[in-house]
């Protein structure tokens, strides 16, 4: 269960990287603009938030990956917990994009199934 664990957790950490790089550095990319449906007006008058929303899922990421290598190499106890931090914090944040905007429920899910079945099988290899 353990590596199941941490293969979804690496998914979700890769992921997020992914999304800071998108919303941090290239927001008003083309490729990007499509990925989030915006027009070049709207990411010029959002690349502040999404520049510093990028940064939080940098951090998630951080925290998760982490958390990965203190359950491989360290502290299994101290890993589980960083993460729970992180990855735990993906999967509620996936949660709140669901409830509060369900016509993105299929970027809510990719953002929350990995660190969920991460999170999920790391809890049970404890257990």
């Given at each position: 269960?353990?590596?199941?664990?941490?293969?979804?957790?690496?998914?979700?950490?890769?992921?997020?990287?992914?999304?800071?790089?998108?919303?941090?550095?290239?927001?008003?990319?083309?490729?990007?603009?499509k990925t989030f449906g915006m027009s070049a007006?709207?990411?010029?008058?959002?690349?502040?938030?999404?520049?510093?929303?990028?940064?939080?899922?940098?951090?998630?990421?951080?925290?998760?990956?982490?958390?990965?290598?203190?359950?491989?190499?360290?502290?299994?106890?101290?890993?589980?917990?960083?993460?729970?931090?992180?990855?735990?914090?993906?999967?509620?944040?996936?949660?709140v994009l669901l409830v509060s905007s369900p016509?993105?429920?299929?970027?809510?899910?990719?953002?929350?199934?990995?660190?969920?079945?991460?999170?999920?099988?790391?809890?049970?290899?404890?257990l």
């Amino acid at each position: 269960m353990t590596a199941i664990g941490l293969l979804f957790t690496g998914v979700a950490v890769l992921l997020h990287a992914y999304i800071f790089v998108m919303e941090s550095l290239r927001w008003t990319a083309a490729s990007t603009r499509k990925t989030f449906g915006m027009s070049a007006a709207e990411a010029e008058a959002t690349q502040e938030m999404a520049f510093n929303q990028g940064f939080y899922n940098l951090f998630l990421a951080v925290v998760a990956a982490l958390g990965m290598g203190f359950t491989a190499f360290g502290d299994k106890g101290i890993g589980l917990a960083l993460v729970l931090a992180g990855a735990g914090s993906m999967v509620a944040a996936g949660v709140v994009l669901l409830v509060s905007s369900p016509n993105k429920a299929r970027p809510a899910l990719i953002q929350l199934v990995p660190p969920l079945i991460g999170c999920t099988a790391l809890v049970f290899a404890r257990l």
